[in-house]
Every structure is written in C-alpha cells, then in structure tokens.
C-alpha cells in the first residue's frame, strides 16, 4: 500500500471529524469559548467535513482496493474519532490549529499523489 494514500486516509479523516465537530454549537464554545457560535459557517464546516471524509474514502479504495479499502478506512474512521474525541477533552483549544494542519496536509497530500500518479 502507498503511505501517501494512508497518510491521507487518516489526515483527511482527522481534518473531517474535527470540521464536523465544530460545525456543532457546543464543541464551538468548548474551542472558542463561551458564547461563541459556527454561525454562518455552519454549512461550511459540515459540507467541508463530508468532503474530506468521501475524500478519505476515495483514498483508501484506491489504497487498499475494494475490499480492503472498507476495512481501512473504518480503521481510519475509528482512530480519527478517538483523536477528535481526545482532543475537544483535554485539548479544545488546540483543536482548531490541528485540524487546520490535518487539512492542509490531506490537501497536500492529494495534490502530491495526483501529480506523481499522473
């Protein structure tokens, strides 16, 4: 299997599952404090969480195959939500800037595999 593809199945799961927490109001005031709302970010946040998560799927298909990549990527699933979970409890405040990190690498790592599979 690639590592690159496996480095994106699991950063684009992680980058997900923390936009997809912050499109919540609670986890919000956990990260920003008290007070603070996704607002009209909402709709951002949850569709840009459910891209990167069909994006962790599509890595791990092609990472793993079909039969495989299923088993990989609740794999994935499974450990980006302990992170995601582990961080809003006992490092909300730092949850922002990792799961911006998460993309960016996810994005990164995309970019990369097209151009060197290309």
């Not at 919000?28 to 962790?56: I, N």
């Not at 039969?67 to 909300?92: D, E, H």
């Amino acid at each position: 299997m690639d590592t690159l593809l496996l480095l994106l199945v699991f950063t684009a799961s992680l980058a997900g599952f923390c936009a997809l927490s912050l499109a919540m109001d609670r986890h919000t005031e956990d990260v920003f404090g008290r007070g603070s709302t996704p607002g009209a970010w909402r709709r951002w946040l949850q569709l840009g969480g459910t891209a990167l998560l069909c994006m962790s799927l599509a890595a791990s298909l092609q990472s793993g195959g079909r039969a495989i990549g299923w088993v990989l990527w609740l794999g994935a699933l499974t450990v980006a939500a302990q992170v995601t979970v582990g961080l809003l409890s006992y490092a909300p405040r730092r949850l922002h800037w990792i799961a911006c990190a998460a993309a960016l690498l996810a994005l990164g790592g995309a970019l990369a595999w097209l151009l060197l599979a290309g």
